[in-house]
């Protein structure tokens, strides 16, 4: 298991990190709990239960390295490749990537699958740890002390933080319609429960004044299929064939009926 991962759940076990799970968790209730169908996957972080609001009838859990089950954590449904699901093409309803995407090396071929996988008029849900924010800035911060020898990271070292309107470009160019993007967590960057309870107060206030600079951000995207046209009943009934003789007007004559007239 790589010092990536570990940092990054060991840092969910911090108030910073409990705080962030919080905000999560609600969030993705309220998005997975109204999308409908059969096949459901969550990529990592069995920390949250990001399905737990969804009524398919068939939900895993995916991870790519397995680990102690004696801390809590839910008992994966399968360990897999992110870049290389055990799905066919066009066969689940709704992906969902909790940080899956920071601690990837590749984040690109990890969406490049998510696409493959789900159906036309799939859900992805993603949620990410934010650059442009306080703690953001705390962290670029950081990584400068830390050259020069001395400092402490403040959010986990774990991969690449990717920005906002970036993750929106990258869902573009795969045919995926962003739906819904939100923003939370609005505190400083603090360490203690202490602290971040005493400025509760900024979370309303961020979420009305500055809404892109939360530090977790949160975004529901729709797989689009180019030229795809969904087929109905024809309302137009069709032509009935005429079945009653129709009169011909101005028909002349034939001789037999001539000379009998006649």
Known sequence: MSDAIIGMHEWFETPPGRHVLAWERAEFDRA???????HALQLGLPELDALAANRMPHRWLGLRHLRPLDDGTRRPSLLTDY???PFEANSLD?????????????????????????V????????????????????????????LGFGQLYLPDAGEFIGYRRLRDWLRLLNFEVE????????????????LERFEWMDPVGERWWPIFGAVYF?????????M??????????KSIATAPVPLANRRPQPEMQQEIS
């Open 120 to 147: 036309p008029e799939g859900k992805v849900v993603i949620s990410c740890l934010n650059p442009a924010s306080l703690w953001g800035l705390r962290q670029r911060r950081a990584h400068l002390y830390r050259r």
């Open 180 to 195: 819904t993007g939100s923003f939370g967590c609005y505190r400083p960057a603090l360490s203690t429960e202490r602290w």
């Open 32 to 38: 997975v709990s109204d999308i409908f169908g059969y």
């Open 219 to 227: 975004v529901v995207a729709t797989k689009r299929v180019r030229g």
């Open 229 to 238: 046209k969904l087929v109905g009943r024809l309302w137009k009934p069709a």
């Open 83 to 85: 870049a290389a699901l």
């Open 94 to 118: 709704l992906v969902v990537l909790p940080h899956s995407l920071e601690l990837n090396l590749d984040p690109h071929a990890t969406l490049r699958e998510v696409e493959r996988v789900l």
